[in-house]
């Protein structure tokens, strides 16, 4: 499963709009194609809404829409994962250590391939730093008392300027539980 970019992400314990909802996040598809559609209003998105009646997941493409509605009592729970990718930065920064002894071994001057040594380790570093950062996901999901499980992986957005940290995955799953209890309260 591709993490989505963030493009909405509204969450509280009362009514963020007129239809009831709760929570409400929207992402789209990563890269600069998809940010341009997203300007043209003709982005493809999925985006998931929790009100006190049902979880709502909704995917909208070109091709068309296709939603799924699970009424409140139908959720028995709700989870979230955050990931910080901390191997692969490390690995690209040893990358760039290897290339900087490589080509430093074979330089006849000790100065240059020092110099070139601080460069090559500057640079992995700044790489390694931007993909940690860019690269970090939050998973969000519900599960079914059928045992089907519901999820979407999010990831930071740029452009938009949405970030995602694993508090925001709790507070989310705060609310739906709380969703949940209440549902079942009314019975």
């Not at 979880?55 to 990931?83: N, Q």
Request: aromatic share 12%; glycine share 10%.
């Amino acid at each position: 499963m591709q993490p989505l970019v963030l493009k909405e992400w509204k969450a509280s314990d009362t009514q963020i709009d007129n239809d009831g909802n709760y929570i409400r996040i929207t992402g789209r598809q990563g890269g600069l194609i998809a940010w341009f559609l997203a300007i043209l209003k003709i982005d493809p998105t999925t985006s998931i809404r929790v009100s006190p009646e049902r979880v709502e997941f909704a995917s909208a493409s070109l091709s068309g829409t296709e939603y799924r509605m699970i009424p409140m009592m139908s959720v028995c729970s709700t989870y979230y994962g955050y990931h910080k990718p901390w191997k692969q930065a490390l690995a690209i920064i040893a990358l760039f250590l290897f290339i900087a002894f490589s080509i430093g071994s074979t330089m006849q001057s000790g100065g240059s391939a020092f110099v070139l040594f601080v460069i090559c380790s500057g640079i992995g570093i700044g790489i390694a730093l931007l993909y940690y950062f860019l690269s970090r996901t939050l998973t969000l999901g519900f599960v079914e008392h059928s045992g089907v499980v519901s999820g979407i992986r999010f990831k930071r957005s740029v452009i938009e300027g949405i970030d995602v940290n694993e508090q925001q995955g709790h507070y989310i799953c705060q609310i739906t539980q709380a969703l949940i209890e209440a549902k079942r309260n009314q019975i």
